[in-house]
């Protein structure tokens, strides 16, 4: 769900990983737009725009979102964000 979230978020936006109500939940936002607006808690997010990931993969956001999720996600501090928000 999370990369869905980034794979088809049209345009420069974010993949977020939110706490709402106590309960986790995958959202995307648009250019400067967080989650914090609508009341959820941060607790992971992927950059989409193009700048996060055009040198290393040009036009390929898949191929980003996969890196993304296999290689670059600090699952402990995921965790520590799901800890004290929760």
Do not use: C
């Amino acid at each position: 769900e999370f990369s869905k979230a980034g794979a088809t978020q049209f345009g420069s936006g974010w993949a977020w990983l939110v706490l709402e109500n106590g309960t986790l939940k995958v959202t995307k936002t648009l250019n400067a737009e967080n989650p914090l607006h609508n009341g959820q808690t941060p607790l992971l997010t992927m950059d989409v725009w193009e700048h996060a990931y055009y040198l290393d993969y040009q036009n390929k956001r898949p191929d980003y979102i996969s890196t993304f999720i296999d290689s670059l996600i600090n699952w402990d501090f995921v965790a520590s964000n799901y800890s004290a928000a929760a």
